[in-house]
Nanobody
Framework: QVQLVESGGGLVQAGGSLRLTCAAS????????LGWFRQAPGKEREFVAA????????FYTDSVKGRFTISRDNAKNTGYLQMNSLKPEDTAVYYC?????????????????WGQGTQVTVSS
């Protein structure tokens, strides 16, 4: 079993940066892909980025390419999402999720464990 806890969200002005952290417990973390998703009010959950268990493969949604960077430190059982050049449309609750089959997927239904989310608000 994997438990995930996100942190690092907050209020930032457009153009600013935030780094989200996903702290994981459980022996399977390093063998699991890690994904970040977000959900804005009134909208469906949206894929943001994913990284393989080794960190050797990453995948981003087009709207964040060149601005966001996903990474992980398996020694610390921690994943990260560095968000730069933030825009008001990035405002959402951000969730990390673990994919036990280590598939770098953009499909949220494929992920097995989820954190509780952290709010990111970008003001214009």
């Amino acid at each position: 079993q994997v438990q995930l806890v996100e942190s690092g969200g907050g209020l930032v002005q457009a153009g600013g940066s935030l780094r989200l952290t996903c702290a994981a417990s459980g022996r399977t973390f390093s063998n699991s892909a890690l994904g970040w998703f977000r959900q804005a009010p009134g909208k469906e959950r949206e894929f943001v980025a994913a990284i393989s268990g080794t960190g050797g493969s990453t995948f981003y949604t087009d709207s964040v390419k060149g601005r966001f960077t996903i990474s992980r430190d398996n020694a610390k059982n921690t994943g990260y999402l560095q968000m730069n050049s933030l825009k008001p449309e990035d405002t959402a609750v951000y969730y990390c999720a673990a994919h036990l089959m280590d598939v770098v997927s953009g499909e949220g239904d494929e992920y097995d464990y989820w954190g509780q989310g952290t709010q990111v608000t970008v003001s214009s």
